[in-house]
């Protein structure tokens, strides 16, 4: 019960004080995509959150305005990575702009607000699509879903897209077992250090 609410705390606090002082570099990263190419500032990806809810997940926009229809035009081998991952690595939708805020993981500042309203935490599992939970075995899915998922999490600091599905799944269960203060200040630590290396970013 403490865990909880001193995490929830956490989260709110320095999602608040983190909202305020990177207020000027959001209004700069929107220009910049403004200027980049023709689309909207935010992308907004349905999510499945705590429980099953639906949760609209808030990112600045890091592909071209047509993404989701280009997905027809993929190679089979493109295809097929799609199929598996749900991602590429060399992904021709990405923008210029959107290359680098992906790579230093600006593009995920907009889920503050997530975390605001309590809708993800600074740590948990990643968010997944409804397609991903497909990949869970039974019960997998239910147990991820009984947390709240999270901006970073054990699979995000521990290899992320350098790591097939099935070895995400059992990192994001491993957290799910484990999770603690403790834990979660060695995860936010890691990324930190990710960040600044750009290790397992698209």
Partial sequence: MFYHVAKRLFDFIFALILSIVMLPFFILIAIIIKLDSKGPVFFIHNRVGKGGKPLPLFKFRTMCDDAEGMIKNFSSDQQKEWQENFKLKDDPRVTKVGKFLRKTSLDELPQ???????????????????????????????KVLSVTPGLTGWWACNGRSNIDYDERVKLELY????????????????TILIVFSREGAI
Avoid: C, M, W
């Avoid at 997530?114 to 991903?132: A, D, H, M, W, Y």
């Avoid at 484990?178 to 890691?190: E, G, P, R, T």
């Fill in 175 to 190: 957290y799910v077992d484990h999770a603690s203060i403790l834990l979660d200040l060695k995860i936010i630590l890691k």
């Fill in 112 to 142: 503050l607000y997530n975390i605001l309203i309590g809708q993800l935490s600074f740590v948990g599992p990643r968010p997944v699509t409804k397609e991903e939970l497909e990949k869970f075995a039974l019960g997998e899915a239910e």
